[in-house]
C-alpha cells in the first residue's frame, strides 16, 4: 500500500513561480509511475504530468509544456512539480497519484489508470 502526501502549495501572483511536492510513505516510488493531476472549479481532475520513476520517463499535459517540470528526488522519495509562469487558470488543487510501472513506455494520463492517491494541495494564482 502505498499513501501519498502532497505539500507546497499556496498563494501567489501571476507569473511566480512554485514547487509542490509528492511523499510516498509505506513504500518507496521504485517500480511505480507517479503523476499530478489538478482539479479546479469544473467537477474532473485534468491530467498536468507524470514520470516513470525507473526509467525515468516524462509525461505532460500540453497546457504546461515549458512552463512545468516534474522531477524525482530518490533520497528523499518523492516526486516534485516546479511550475514556472503561472497562470490564474492554473489555480486548482493539485492531486498526486501512483501506479505500479506496466510499461517502460506508456506513461498513463487518466484518472483511472493511477491506484493511489493523496488529499490534494490548493494553489491559487492571482492576477
Known amino acids: 500500500q502505498v499513501q501519498l502526501v502532497e505539500s507546497g502549495g499556496g498563494l501567489v501572483q501571476a507569473g511566480d513561480s512554485l514547487t509542490i511536492s509528492c511523499a510516498a510513505t509505506?513504500?518507496?516510488?521504485?517500480?511505480?509511475?507517479v503523476g499530478w493531476f489538478r482539479q479546479g472549479s469544473g467537477p474532473e481532475r485534468d491530467f498536468v504530468a507524470a514520470v516513470n520513476w525507473n526509467v525515468p520517463r516524462k509525461n505532460y499535459a500540453d497546457s504546461v509544456k515549458g512552463r512545468f517540470a516534474i522531477f524525482t528526488d530518490a533520497a528523499k522519495n518523492r516526486v516534485g512539480l516546479r511550475m514556472d509562469n503561472l497562470k490564474p487558470e492554473d489555480t486548482a488543487v493539485y492531486y498526486c497519484?501512483?501506479?505500479?510501472?506496466?510499461?517502460?513506455?506508456?506513461?498513463?494520463?487518466?484518472?483511472?489508470?493511477?491506484?493511489?492517491w493523496g488529499q490534494g494541495t490548493q494553489v491559487t494564482v492571482s492576477s
Open positions: 509505506g513504500r518507496t516510488f521504485s517500480d511505480h509511475v
Open positions: 497519484a501512483a501506479v505500479p510501472q506496466h510499461s517502460y513506455t506508456y506513461i498513463p494520463i487518466n484518472t483511472d489508470e493511477y491506484d493511489y
